[in-house]
């Protein structure tokens, strides 16, 4: 629709895929797995929501400066990891 978009990757005889979900101003502000994730594995992909905020101009881009990444099951997100870019160089 308007507002998402989704990407599909086949390699292998393995797919995966995401829907990407955007503001109204064009910013992505999350993407999601459309699987539930497998809670009892020590890694992440299946089930991943990726959270993007606090947009920036660096140069004649937005950047998102705060991340969140989570897994997904049963409709419920479950985060394991949040960042911050506090600094981008340009050599």
Aim: hydrophobic share 40%; net charge negative; aromatic share 8%.
């Amino acid at each position: 629709d308007a507002d998402s978009a989704r990407a599909v990757v086949n390699q292998a005889g393995m797919q995966a895929s995401m829907v990407a979900h955007f503001a109204a101003d064009g910013r992505m502000t999350h993407m999601r797995s459309e699987t539930d994730g497998d809670l009892a594995t020590p890694y992440h992909g299946s089930g991943e929501h990726v959270a993007r905020s606090n947009y920036r101009m660096v140069g004649h881009q937005m950047i998102p400066m705060d991340f969140t990444i989570s897994r997904m099951a049963g409709g419920k997100l479950f985060p394991f990891w949040k960042g911050r870019i506090d600094a981008i160089e340009f050599e």
